[in-house]
């Protein structure tokens, strides 16, 4: 079956400009994150839907990010007003479920560049 | 807080050798899980191995092999008869608890390894 497939593979964008990045996770999976991943750096954790529990935000940087996940599946992060340091891969991840057991898979992700 | 470890910014190894990725963590649980993923430039995450701690046996799969020591908070990743192909950035993440209550992956660094003819 299909993987995870984040859309667009890459975004450039001007400071200021507000950006949308999408991901769609595999079919059948209730568990959805989001993480980015800055130059020299390792993965950090944004955001987590499962199932149509309220999202857990903890991770979020601050309040110009925010994701929604439409009818269980497809994801969309939304970064207003970018700056410079938002530059960064963004990597979605679904999962069967929410325990520990549940392998995270990954998608592709999208390099997001501000100038 | 729970941390992971990756002292090796960039490896090398020779085709057909073995090479061993070090990672360390902190945690205050007692039981969770390890995971190594491995990023070629393709960006695709790929899990390749994971350990559960309550399990003290290691893990393998294929080539790939685990040094588990949970008292020393130690969780190494043993690539045997490497291969071009493995030539990718590697992760030693761990699974834990946000502060919203649910799971995520915690990352290390990564590693950068190279596989030369």
């Known amino acids: 079956g299909a993987g995870v497939s984040q859309s667009p593979s890459n975004k450039v964008t001007e400071k200021g400009k507000d950006v949308e990045l999408r991901c769609d996770p595999i079919?059948?999976?209730?568990?959805l994150y989001w993480y980015r991943q800055s130059l020299g750096q390792g993965l950090e954790f944004l955001i987590y839907?499962?199932?149509?529990?309220?999202?857990?935000k903890s991770g979020l940087p601050s309040d110009r990010f925010s994701a929604e996940r439409t009818g269980g599946s497809v994801s969309t992060l939304t970064i207003q007003r970018t700056q410079q340091e938002d530059s960064a891969v963004y990597l979605c991840?679904?999962?069967?479920?929410?325990?520990?057991?549940?392998?995270?898979?990954f998608g592709p992700g999208t390099r997001l560049t501000v100038l | 807080a729970q941390t992971v470890t990756q002292s090796q910014p960039e490896m090398s190894v020779q085709e057909a050798e073995t090479v061993t990725l070090s990672c360390t963590y902190d945690?205050?649980?007692?039981?969770?899980?390890l995971f190594w993923y491995k990023q070629p430039p393709s960006r695709q995450m790929i899990l390749v191995i994971r350990?559960?701690?309550?399990?003290?046996q290691n893990a393998t799969e294929n080539r790939f092999s685990v040094n588990f020591q949970k008292a020393a908070k130690s969780f190494s990743l043993k690539i045997s008869d490497s291969q071009l192909g493995d030539t990718a950035m590697y992760f030693c993440?761990?699974?834990?608890?946000?502060?919203?209550?649910?799971?995520?992956?915690?990352f290390g660094k990564g590693t950068k390894l190279t596989v030369n003819p």
């Open positions: 945690t205050s649980e007692n039981n969770y899980y």
């Open positions: 839907f499962q199932g149509n529990s309220a999202p857990d």
């Open positions: 993440a761990f699974m834990t608890r946000t502060q919203g209550g649910s799971e995520k992956l915690v």
């Open positions: 079919s059948g999976h209730t568990a």
């Open positions: 991840a679904s999962s069967k479920g929410a325990r520990r057991t549940d392998t995270q898979y």
């Open positions: 350990q559960e701690a309550y399990k003290q």
